[in-house]
């Protein structure tokens, strides 16, 4: 089945450190986002990717950064310079999906997320 | 800048009603307007997702409208169970930017 995998599942960061939370798709889809949700807050876009090689800041990109060299992948890297990164991490593309096995329509497609928690 | 407004904030009701959700956003020139549905420590799971074109879409128990002269969608939820219990969301690109833009959600609880 196509879909969406963010991995791992949890993650632990050290004061100081760079840590790399990885998002892969199967769907085919040339657009792909990177949302951070914190507790009763909505969902903050952090950086998209619209196509291969190419990236842009979203609402929230100081302290992350971001690749786009394989259509598949879009990894997020926080690094040291991002001061409060406890949070749940979203990765979600956009692009054909079949909706109820047999329209096809264009929607957004999400990972089941990462939670990232400083230590 | 698009700004997508959820109301209620949080929605507690008896097995079986009937209940709507509110959604409304302030740029109506909108691609496509979609539903998720969030479990605690989950990721999102879509629901329904409307077309700017059309004026509603219906999956089982769920019926999603759109009014984009208005800026407003509504979710209909018939005949909640308490497996409908999560936090519901929407979501809408602004014209062809194609960056979704959420609402704080509704945190649905139905009571057996």
């Known amino acids: 089945d196509g879909g969406i995998t963010q991995s791992p599942k949890y993650l632990f960061r050290k004061e100081g450190q760079n840590v790399t939370l990885s998002c892969e798709q199967n769907l085919n889809h040339d657009a792909m986002y990177w949302y951070r949700q914190d507790p009763g807050q909505g969902l903050r876009l952090i950086y998209y990717?619209?196509?291969?090689?190419?990236?842009q800041k979203g609402d929230i990109a100081e302290g992350y950064s971001v690749s786009r060299e394989k259509k598949e992948s879009f990894p997020l890297t926080v690094t040291s310079a991002q001061k409060n990164p406890t949070a749940f991490y979203l990765c979600?593309?956009?692009?054909?999906?079949?909706?109820?096995?047999?329209?096809?329509?264009?929607?957004?497609?999400f990972g089941s997320g990462t939670r990232l928690t400083v230590v | 800048k698009q700004e997508v407004t959820q109301i209620p904030a949080a929605l507690s009701v008896p097995e079986g009603e009937n209940l709507v959700l509110n959604c409304s956003f302030t740029?109506?020139?909108?691609?496509?307007l979609q539903w998720f549905r969030q479990d605690p420590g989950k990721g999102l799971t879509s629901l329904l997702l409307?077309?700017?074109?059309?004026r509603e879409q219906t999956s089982g128990r769920l019926n999603a409208s759109l009014d984009k002269s208005s800026g407003r969608s509504t979710l209909y939820i018939a005949a909640s169970q308490p497996g409908d219990s999560a936090t519901y969301l929407c979501a809408v690109p602004p014209g062809s930017a194609r960056q979704l833009t959420f609402g704080s959600g509704t945190q649905l609880t139905v009571l057996p």
């Open positions: 979600a593309s956009f692009g054909e999906y079949m909706y109820r096995d047999s329209v096809s329509n264009y929607g957004y497609t």
């Open positions: 740029d109506s020139a909108i691609y496509n």
């Open positions: 409307i077309q700017s074109s059309q």
């Open positions: 990717s619209q196509i291969v090689n190419d990236f």
